[in-house]
């Protein structure tokens, strides 16, 4: 069941004690900032039939870490939202298009990022992976661009230079 804010235009963020026990929430406009509190987040790894996964770049207006490359698109459960149910929401809005088959891959990911400008992300991050089931129609203030890529061929790139690639994506790859 998802909770709707007082005011729908209003995107909120799950709060979180250290623990990962919801503790409140805050406009996401708000939350990420020098101190960023821990919060709830996701991240989507989209795979076709071929095993290649989608990559994204991040828009270059983007709060956080534009203009980098990551996994096919991340974002925030609203209160009281199952991340899965986010997930499938927030595919259609960066990408789109719908998914199928959301499944859990890492289901306790948490990370603590740390921007150039000290920006920080502090996220409990669940990640997800799933089956694109539409055409493309990229939202240009959430991604530049998009490519598919073999997951052996995006570790040599990683590898070969880490820069280029969101934090947390790199992360995660090391799980994979």
């Not at 998802?2 to 979180?16: F, K």
């Not at 990911?109 to 000290?118: K, L, S």
Request: proline share 10%; glycine share 6%; charged share 20%.
């Amino acid at each position: 069941m998802t909770l709707a804010p007082a005011d729908p235009t209003v995107e909120l963020v799950v709060l979180l004690t250290e623990d990962g026990t919801p503790c409140g929430t805050a406009p996401k406009a708000d939350v990420h900032h020098t101190s960023t509190p821990l919060h709830l987040a996701f991240s989507c790894w989209i795979v076709d039939g071929a095993g290649r996964t989608l990559l994204t770049r991040r828009a270059a207006v983007k709060r956080t870490w534009p203009g980098v490359w990551t996994n096919s698109f991340c974002g925030h459960p609203g209160p009281g939202e199952d991340p899965a149910e986010a997930v499938a929401r927030r595919s259609v809005q960066e990408l789109g298009a719908p998914v199928a088959d959301v499944t859990p891959l890492l289901p306790t990911f948490r990370y603590r990022a740390v921007m150039a400008d000290g920006t920080v992300e502090n996220e409990v991050c669940p990640v997800f992976r799933a089956r694109l089931d539409g055409e493309l129609a990229l939202d240009p203030a959430e991604v530049d661009a998009a490519r598919w890529v073999d997951l052996d061929v995006l570790r040599a790139e990683v590898a070969a230079d880490p820069g280029p690639f969101s934090p947390w994506m790199r992360l995660q790859l090391q799980e994979f």
